[in-house]
């Protein structure tokens, strides 16, 4: 358990590890989030994971793209994820529940901290946040609030919750024989013919309420923009509303100030529940480690993430086709699928996860970036 309260501490700590070379600078051995975030963040918000962040329309790839400096999986549709929860895919999905396959699992919890996401869009919002914005966009009366195109999203009392081999294999004991627990066997058990694993064993699991901060103005059919003093009642009468159809959303009125619309408010929108957010997998594929190390020394991930920026800078009306098409001739590496993403990570044999390697962490970056491009360039 020592060994897990430690890790928690150091999880964060490479954040970057050189990830795909765009990160030069030196990073101490060991220091907390926090820490690590004061010093770099201009380079999460100008640099090149923020690029490729804004440079996307898919919302699951935007979520990919934003976890990629900090070597963490997003968690895309929260259903109360933790620790020894076993997903189908990265997509999500679970096989089974923690208490299925490792009941009683022994567990570490922690405080961390997380970066704010800037020009964040409402896609990228949680599902309560966007019934909140959906709701308070009805208005009353006719007159509709409208929102900025885009806002700021940031993360409050983040909190993680983490176990650890050991930990698991202890637990797993009592439930080895079940069926819907035996293609976890070859991921636990490195004696065990690798062949029949299924599914991706939830390691550390990172859990926030988040906070979108937003300017809104308010507009009524073909009467003028309401003012400052009728914008604060209608945003009030709103945020009673949400209480009153229980959404777990509650609304500020901020500032006036100036945004694209003219003179408006500034609100942020508070999810009162926290959400999990984000993970990092138990264990991983020696096999798709091995592949994605080549990758990354190869430079071919770099090359299919930085022709994808070019394309969209130089060439913003091209096909998802033909910028595949682009990307392929020349990284001479195809662009996987999702699918196919997901089946790598879940072939044998396995190792623990181990974020203080820095190949380790940096594959998962890598996997966040193929995942980012591979769903914004999906077709249908």
Known sequence: MLALSRRIGVFATLVA??????????RPAHAG???WLQRNISFLRGGKPEALRKSLDDPAAKLFAFFQPLGLLPVL???????GDVYRSTLGGFRTRQPTCFPKLAEVAGSANLPSMNEA????????LKAAIEEASLGEGGVKLRFE???TLSFDN???RS???AEVLKSFQATKNRPECAPLAPILDPKANPRGAEGLILGNVYTAAANAHWSVSAEGGGQAKLGLDELAKLIKRVAERLVGRDIPVKIDLGLEVQGSLGRTREISLVSTKALPVAYAPLFISLSHLAQISEGIKSNRIAILENVFLAERRSHPTSSRREIRRVMTKEASMDLPSPEAISAAMQTGPFAPFDPEKPEHAS????????LALSLELTEG
């Open 149 to 151: 195109r885009t806002g």
């Open 77 to 83: 549709a929260p259903a109360g994820e933790m620790p």
């Open 121 to 128: 869009t409402q896609a990228e919002l949680n599902a309560t």
């Open 158 to 160: 983040v909190s993680v």
């Open 163 to 165: 176990t650890g081999e």
């Open 17 to 26: 590890f050189a990830l795909l070379g765009v990160l030069a600078s030196p």
């Open 33 to 35: 989030l926090g820490e």
């Open 363 to 370: 594959y998962i970056a890598a996997v966040d970036t193929l």
